[in-house]
């Protein structure tokens, strides 16, 4: 288990998908089992959930008891809020969100993240007024809660049962080219949000820009197709060789598979984090990719000046 001190996060996108019983999960274990099952193996989980729906205090209680100390569950942040109201008018839906039970995960609540859709491209005003908002503590985060509407009375929760002096971290994945501009950039760094490094098989623009000294986001969604197909080898040594890097920078580097088809996710995820905690690989990795690579870092997975931006942010 990574424990408080460890610099990395390792993770899957989720983790209720009845396809990965026999390929990940034993035949005969029981679904309220899956977390505890994955706990075990891996040090941190994405909740999908919570981008879907408002969640309950009473399932947070569950995912909390159901996993060892030192285990960090990263929040999905509202799509009603990144993809209905588009970042305007969140404050209600904010308060909402961090009171509907995820405060009950206390020292284990680890970073949000916000994707946004792709038909939202950046507005400087709009984009800052979200992030300058967003909680930086637990504890800023309950001062958030108790704005809750009706929406959430009768089963808000709204403190944390520990760690509420503790950071509160937040990334965003962005789908819209115009988001990797230098001023949107500038502005993450201003407010501290880590931009994701997301590989969707080309789909979405890629960037490897720092945007947060204190957090490193990444979200493998698939190197050839979407959701779907192992990382070779290679590919997963060449992410871990850059989280490492940005560790050392002293930013905790998380990362969460979304390859969920065929369970490649947790395997991957397993293999991750063998890689990164120095363990013997507890199973044989793919060494082969099962099609032609699609380029790398080339010019157009990034924004105008990204390149240049990310060589200034490298020398401090």
Known sequence: MAGAKSPF???TSGWIYPHWKD?????KLASRLWLSYLAERLPSVEVNGTFYSLTRPSACE???EAVPPGFVFALKGSRYITHMLKLANFRAPLANFFASGVLRLGRMLGPVLWQLPPQLPFRAERADAFFAALPRTVREAERWARRHDSRTTGRAALTAPDGRDNRLLHAVEVRHESWLCDEALRLLERRS?????ADTASRHPLSLVRTSR???YVRLHGA???YEGRYTEDELQ????RCREWASDGALAAVYFDNDRGAAAPRDAVRMWEILSGREASA?????????LPPRETPAHFGAGTMRRRERISRG
């Open 23 to 27: 390929a990940f999960y034993p035949p």
């Open 238 to 241: 060449e992410w871990a060789r």
């Open 9 to 11: 996060l390792v993770g």
């Open 214 to 216: 204190e957090l490193a």
């Open 284 to 292: 044989e990795p793919v060494t082969e990719p099962e099609a032609p």
């Open 62 to 64: 569950r995912w909390r």
């Open 193 to 197: 949000i880590a931009l994701v490094a």
């Open 224 to 226: 050839r197709r979407l």
